[in-house]
């Protein structure tokens, strides 16, 4: 029997081969922006013409794109006389067209699958000139947590989902260093300062060792899927730099709301 044990895995092989044409036959792949048909998982060459990469001149702070010819320093009339928990933040992507509805069905029709997809765009904002320095290795990844409640309704955490895809790809560390502690519900129908007040006690650093040692002197790129306020992102920032001891911290996102 020795030979019919040497083609075993042949056979297998085969098989597997076979069925994962014949799955490919049955239910070709949807592209993630418009459902046309495609090869493989992820976006059309159409959804991906679409896409509008983040491009200079933006604001140095929170990476909001300004019209004209900018020299020297840019700061956009939201930042300027303005501090916050982070250095700057940095995004792949304006959140427009198919990018918006690739988001949108993560979030809420728990579409995994387009994890690779928004890990590979999330790459574009790592471009930055101010993520490439010496210590460009030493950056630890710290997705924005959602709080267990959250998490349970939405199936996972959409941003450590990206981020941990996109530290394995880029070599970087990767920390789910915090943790939601309030449930905060409908920010969008509060204004500023009552949403502000009820972000700024959501967050806590995970109070294991482990996270303290990571976190503690270590460059930090805080990662979500869209920034948009930066209020999020901010409270998340300045648990990591006043009670983590990050070196600093900057904020990248796949997207630009
Ligand atoms: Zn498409
Ligand atoms: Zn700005």
Request: net charge positive.
């Given at each position: 029997m020795p030979a019919a044990r040497k083609l075993l895995p042949a056979v297998r092989r085969f098989a597997a081969a076979t069925g994962e044409g014949l799955a490919a036959l049955l239910y070709p792949a949807r592209c993630f922006g418009c459902s046309a048909k495609v090869d493989s998982p992820g976006l059309c060459a159409a959804c991906e013409a679409e896409l509008r990469p983040v491009r200079p001149p933006f604001c140095d702070t929170c990476g909001e794109p300004v019209s004209g010819e900018i020299y020297g320093d840019v700061r956009c009339t939201n930042c300027s006389g303005r501090e916050f928990g982070y250095g700057f933040a940095i995004?792949?992507?304006?959140?427009?067209?198919?990018?918006?509805?690739?988001?949108?069905?993560?979030?809420?029709?728990?579409?995994?699958?387009?994890?690779?997809?928004?890990?590979?765009?999330?790459?574009?904002?790592?471009?930055?000139?101010?993520?490439?320095?010496?210590?460009?290795?030493?950056?630890?990844?710290?997705?924005?947590p959602l709080h267990p409640r959250r998490q349970r309704e939405r199936g996972y955490n959409q941003a450590a989902e990206v981020a941990?895809?996109?530290?394995?790809?880029?070599?970087?560390?990767?920390?789910?260093?915090?943790?939601?502690?309030?449930?905060?519900?409908?920010?969008?129908?509060?204004?500023?300062?009552?949403?502000?007040?009820?972000?700024?006690?959501?967050?806590?650093?995970?109070?294991?060792?482990?996270?303290?040692?990571?976190?503690?002197?270590?460059?930090?790129?805080?990662?979500?899927?869209?920034?948009?306020?930066?209020?999020?992102?901010?409270?998340?920032?300045?648990?990591?730099?006043?009670?983590?001891?990050?070196?600093?911290?900057?904020?990248?996102?796949?997207?630009?709301?």
């Open positions: 995004a792949g992507y304006l959140a427009t067209g198919p990018l918006r509805q690739v988001i949108h069905d993560f979030k809420y029709h728990r579409r995994l699958a387009v994890r690779a997809t928004l890990a590979r765009l999330a790459e574009a904002a790592f471009d930055d000139p101010r993520l490439r320095g010496p210590e460009a290795a030493d950056w630890v990844v710290v997705p924005v941990a895809l996109l530290a394995r790809s880029l070599g970087l560390g990767y920390c789910e260093a915090l943790a939601r502690t309030r449930y905060t519900s409908a920010q969008a129908r509060l204004v500023r300062d009552e949403r502000l007040a009820n972000l700024s006690e959501a967050f806590a650093l995970d109070p294991s060792p482990e996270v303290r040692t990571r976190i503690d002197g270590a460059p930090v790129v805080l990662f979500d899927d869209v920034f948009t306020t930066g209020a999020t992102a901010d409270a998340c920032a300045r648990v990591l730099r006043d009670h983590g001891g990050a070196e600093k911290v900057v904020v990248a996102t796949v997207a630009r709301g």
